[in-house]
């Protein structure tokens, strides 16, 4: 067993700009964090099993197409159905303010808008995400 959180990042969708994606995991991989990045155009179900197989705490997606709504829709709803709702889920990317409300109520735990700085992200997950 490790101590260390888990997290998974996942860029879902069409989107296929990554940068951000890589930038926030190497901050998580540098404050100790074991990451998984799953790589561009993955699927809700995808980004999912490769939670349930890495055993992660928490899952952070990267969304900057305008689709957040049906993405992140999809991962909660497929979380919920893999018996994984513990998993913590967040993100973030070009996502306006008026949509973060709804997406709080699908089961998003946090959303980070462009500007946000990265200690303030490792901060976030360090302070809520459970190690089982």
């Given at each position: 067993?490790?101590?260390?959180?888990?997290?998974?990042?996942?860029?879902?969708?069409?989107d296929?700009?990554?940068?951000?994606?890589?930038?926030?995991?190497?901050?998580?991989?540098?404050?100790?964090?074991?990451?998984?990045?799953?790589?561009?155009?993955?699927?809700?179900?995808?980004?999912?099993?490769?939670?349930?197989?890495?055993?992660a705490?928490?899952?952070?997606?990267?969304?900057?197409?305008?689709?957040?709504?049906?993405?992140?829709?999809?991962?909660?709803?497929?979380?919920?159905?893999?018996?994984?709702?513990?998993?913590?889920l967040?993100?973030?990317?070009?996502?306006?303010?008026?949509?973060?409300?709804?997406l709080?109520?699908?089961?998003?735990?946090k959303?980070?808008?462009?500007?946000?700085?990265?200690?303030?992200?490792?901060?976030?997950?360090?302070?809520?995400?459970?190690?089982?």
């Open positions: 067993m490790t101590d260390r959180i888990r997290v998974v990042i996942g860029k879902p969708g069409l296929g700009h990554d940068r951000g994606a890589k930038v926030i995991a190497r901050a998580l991989r540098d404050a100790g964090m074991e990451v998984v990045y799953t790589g561009l155009h993955q699927t809700p179900e995808q980004i999912v099993q490769t939670v349930i197989q890495e055993d705490d928490a899952v952070g997606l990267s969304i900057l197409s305008g689709a957040h709504m049906t993405l992140f829709r999809a991962v909660a709803e497929q979380l919920r159905e893999q018996d994984a709702s513990d998993v913590v967040f993100g973030g990317g070009i996502i306006p303010e008026e949509d973060i409300p709804e709080e109520k699908i089961g998003v735990a959303v980070f808008t462009p500007g946000v700085p990265m200690e303030e992200i490792v901060r976030w997950v360090q302070t809520n995400v459970a190690v089982d």
